[in-house]
């Protein structure tokens, strides 16, 4: 079940981080509203490097996509020279 609370409860912010731990984000809200989230640094670490990883298979598969880069098994032994 998903930690939420009101931003108010900042005011007494030790308590807010003892709710947050590895895997469990406390969300913020304002007038109701998701507001903010406060994770974990190894949570937002992880996050940050999947986020890279998925960027980077993107790119992959955009340039898998693009022929005029693909070269035919003839053209790769003349370019390594065997």
Same mark, same amino acid.
């Given at each position: ?21 590895? &895997? ?56 390594? &020279?065997?």
């Amino acid at each position: 079940m998903p930690n939420i609370l009101p931003v108010s409860d900042l005011r007494n912010y030790n308590e807010v981080l003892k709710n947050c731990q590895v &895997g469990e984000p406390v969300f913020l809200t304002k007038n109701g509203r998701g507001k903010f989230v406060i994770m974990d640094i190894e949570d937002y670490e992880r996050e940050k490097a999947e986020k890279k990883l998925l960027m980077k298979l993107q790119e992959a598969e955009e340039a898998v996509k693009d022929e005029s880069a693909w070269m035919s098994l003839d053209e790769l032994k003349k370019s390594v &020279g065997v």
